[in-house]
């Protein structure tokens, strides 16, 4: 099985349970996971927001208080999972060195 990939942030950050975090490990999502989010929200951003919260593992509350950048990040990882294309690449590793790591 492939390794997990994981998101690591620019600018970490202490969740609401005062954990500091600084990675986070990334879920494929599934059809299941887009229909549940479309069932209760009503605009492309919160839906957006939705599933970025799901992929990483963590609270829209704890997603909030991503720094901007990280927030475009993790939204590009998204929209390049959605197009079925390299996660490793959009991670800024090296897809050829440890193959693997794109498949999530």
């Known amino acids: 099985?492939?390794?997990?990939?994981?998101?690591?942030?620019?600018?970490?950050?202490?969740?609401?349970?005062?954990?500091?975090?600084?990675?986070?490990?990334?879920?494929?999502?599934?059809?299941?996971?887009?229909?549940?989010?479309?069932?209760?929200?009503?605009?492309?951003?919160?839906?957006?927001?939705?599933?970025?919260?799901?992929?990483?593992?963590?609270?829209l509350e704890d997603l909030g208080e991503f720094d901007i950048a990280d927030s475009k990040s993790a939204t590009e990882v998204l929209r390049e999972m959605s197009n079925g294309g390299d996660l490793a690449a959009v991670l800024g590793r090296s897809a050829a060195a440890r193959p693997e790591d794109a498949a999530v």
């Open 1 to 59: 099985m492939a390794e997990t990939i994981s998101f690591t942030l620019k600018f970490p950050f202490k969740s609401a349970s005062g954990e500091t975090i600084s990675k986070l490990p990334i879920k494929r999502l599934k059809r299941k996971d887009i229909s549940a989010a479309q069932a209760v929200v009503k605009n492309e951003a919160d839906l957006e927001d939705m599933l970025v919260s799901k992929m990483l593992g963590i609270t």
